[in-house]
């Protein structure tokens, strides 16, 4: 299969690490490292799509500790930025095009119920024009969000 002839469904990442609207910048952070990801999509309950936080809108909001990090929602970082989205049939020079015209390194992939899909990266783009993807043409199985639950542990008592 050619480059010219992909869609966004034939190269995008399916397991995605979600994180919901209301969710702190604090436990995005987490994820993010936990996972090994630049991006991470922002879904409501209903795996709509609400936006794309990436690691430099973490870091140009953290001021303070971690205890000012807790008291504020994701939502708020994604206020009045414009989020590209393709659909997955979208060829992929399109995807390209639109992820170099809007600047960014992610673009989500929203099926026709918005609902998310996938995510095209550029280390999918660039594992595409090497030859490397291994997903089955006509795969369009639902996202599998990973999920990580963080709880603190009891420090134990002192001997």
Same mark, same amino acid.
């Given at each position: 299969?050619?480059?010219?002839?992909?869609?966004?469904?034939?190269?995008?990442?399916?397991? *995605?690490?979600?994180?919901?609207?209301?969710?702190?910048?604090?436990?995005?952070?987490? *994820?993010?490292?936990?996972?090994?990801?630049?991006?991470?999509?922002?879904?409501?309950?209903c795996c709509r799509l609400v936006g794309v936080?990436?690691?430099?809108?973490?870091?140009?909001?953290?001021?303070?500790?971690?205890?000012?990090?807790?008291?504020?929602?994701?939502?708020? *970082?994604?206020?009045?930025?414009?989020?590209?989205?393709?659909?997955?049939?979208?060829?992929?020079?399109?995807?390209?095009?639109?992820?170099?015209?809007?600047?960014?390194?992610?673009? @989500?992939?929203?099926? @026709?119920?918005?609902?998310?899909?996938?995510?095209?990266?550029?280390?999918?783009?660039?594992?595409?024009?090497?030859?490397?993807?291994?997903?089955?043409?006509?795969?369009?199985?639902?996202?599998?969000?990973?999920?990580?639950?963080?709880? @603190?542990?009891?420090?134990?008592?002192?001997?």
């Amino acid at each position: 299969m050619s480059v010219e002839t992909m869609t966004a469904s034939e190269v995008m990442t399916r397991t *995605l690490v979600t994180v919901e609207p209301e969710e702190s910048p604090l436990m995005a952070w987490e *994820l993010m490292w936990r996972a090994g990801v630049h991006h991470l999509p922002v879904v409501d309950a209903c795996c709509r799509l609400v936006g794309v936080l990436q690691r430099e809108d973490i870091a140009a909001h953290w001021s303070g500790g971690p205890a000012e990090q807790s008291m504020t929602a994701v939502r708020t *970082l994604l206020q009045g930025r414009r989020c590209p989205r393709v659909l997955p049939d979208d060829p992929l020079s399109e995807v390209a095009a639109l992820m170099v015209d809007a600047d960014c390194g992610a673009v @989500p992939v929203l099926g @026709p119920d918005e609902v998310l899909r996938g995510l095209v990266t550029t280390t999918d783009m660039l594992m595409a024009l090497a030859g490397r993807t291994a997903r089955p043409a006509g795969d369009s199985t639902n996202v599998k969000g990973g999920l990580f639950r963080l709880e @603190p542990v009891p420090s134990a008592p002192c001997p």
